[in-house]
């Protein structure tokens, strides 16, 4: 059974920091990416930021890019992403995700390419 459990996130002024973790259980295959979206109220899912298990290769959404940060810790079976400048509109509920890299266009982004998901944690940057 694959379980992707999230946490990390609360709530932080404009300009902050906050690291998310994404634990992962379950999931067999060799060669997959891990991702993380973030959906805020009345908007649809958006890809953040996106891993490879092969060689590390990152991927980044251009709203996010230079700020955030994903990288994986295999020994923990964990992904992280740091968040670093924090904006108002950084503000929703983030999920991290996995799939094989069959299945992935890593450079897309795009939460149809993830069959498994977290519950999610909420993010919100507020003065």
């Known amino acids: 059974q694959v379980q992707l459990v999230e946490s990390g996130g609360g709530k932080v002024q404009p300009g902050g920091s906050l690291r998310l973790s994404c634990a992962v259980s379950?999931?067999?295959?060799?060669?997959?990416?891990v991702a993380w979206f973030r959906q805020a109220p009345g908007k649809e899912r958006e890809g953040v930021s996106c891993?490879?298990?092969?060689?590390?290769?990152?991927y980044y959404a251009d709203s996010v890019k230079g700020r955030f940060t994903i990288s994986r810790d295999d020994a923990k079976n964990t992904v992280y992403l740091q968040m670093n400048g924090l904006k108002p509109e950084d503000t929703a509920v983030y999920y991290c995700?996995?799939?094989?890299?069959?299945?992935?266009?890593?450079?897309?982004?795009?939460?149809?390419?993830?069959?498994?998901w977290g519950r999610g944690t909420q993010v919100t940057v507020s003065s």
């Open positions: 995700a996995i799939d094989t890299l069959e299945r992935v266009d890593v450079r897309r982004i795009s939460r149809h390419d993830f069959g498994f």
């Open positions: 891993i490879r298990s092969d060689d590390a290769s990152t």
């Open positions: 379950g999931f067999r295959a060799t060669y997959y990416a």
